[in-house]
């Protein structure tokens, strides 16, 4: 359900921004995650390169056409064929799917939240639980040279908490991005507006249907409302091109839910649960891990009700305002599975 409110408010933030003309563009990418506590030793272990120095995104566009390329696959949406291509490097090999296809999942994925959002209400559990987010957009005043660029610091906070209480009161979620905006770079503007064509393709040939489709969305949950609004209001802070952002996600607390599992040693119940219990494993494993070292003042472990669960960085290497034919085919030899 988490992951369900972060794809729609993507979503919105995406189809607010402005269209641009449909030029060609080559971009390049660098992004890395890392998972604390138990999580993030499983992905160093598993995780192979990609994992410890991150992975190097390459999107191309020329006319109806965008590849996005990593080091073992790629991605061809191609918005005349009305096809995306999912392409295997290793394997030499693609695999097609149509917007048709992509639209029937995308119906029968909203179905399934909408039975959740039901059952949800219904459950003893969580019935009596509702959330709310607050969003806000902070200029800092900090400035600073980012791959040439002259960027400026922007700190973007989505927090998600229970509804009536204070977010360290009840406990929640918070999501902090901080970025260094550059004034807007052109090339990538073409790719925001590539992304709403290719929208417009999937959910409707008008943006009637696309709100639509974003109302309907909302209306299973109808706190982002107010959310949405603030948003729309504090997203013209973030006028420019992201160079630099680091992404935070953690998880909060209660006062009670602390008080619990300092006692108990339990698994936390957090005010926001996550995906498969790892919520409780990766909250166990921080309390081991956060706590102060001797001789060091307890205050140094950080807030004993808040664990980071994800951290993630992605930074723009390089921007080109054109790209050519090459750069948006499926490699001579490929075979389709």
Sequence with gaps: MRRSLLVVVTSCLVLGMAVGLGADMKSRQKTQF??????GRVVGMFGGKAAKEGVINTVAIVGDRMMT???QSGELVDLAAEKVFS???????????????IRKEWEEAKAKMKKQAEEAKDTPEQGDVQYEMDFSVDKTGQRKSVNGYDCEQVVMTIAMRQKGKKLEDG???VMTADMWMA???PAMQEQ??????????LLGSDTEEMTRGLAQAMAMYPQMKDAMERMKKESVKM??????????IETVMSPEQAKAQSESGDKPKLGVSLPGGLGGMFG?????EEAPKEGEPAAAAGPKNRATFMTSTTELLEVQASAGAADVEIPAGFKQK
């Design 183 to 185: 004034p807007k770079i």
């Design 171 to 173: 406990g929640g979620m």
């Design 284 to 288: 166990k494993k921080k309390k081991t």
């Design 69 to 71: 390329v990593t080091d």
């Design 34 to 39: 890392k998972f604390e506590g138990m999580l």
């Design 192 to 201: 925001i507006a590539f992304y709403q064509r290719y929208m417009k393709k």
């Design 239 to 248: 006028d420019g091109t992201a160079v630099l952002t680091t992404m935070k």
């Design 87 to 101: 392409i295997d490097f290793k394997d030499k090999s693609y695999k097609v799917k149509t917007f048709a296809e």
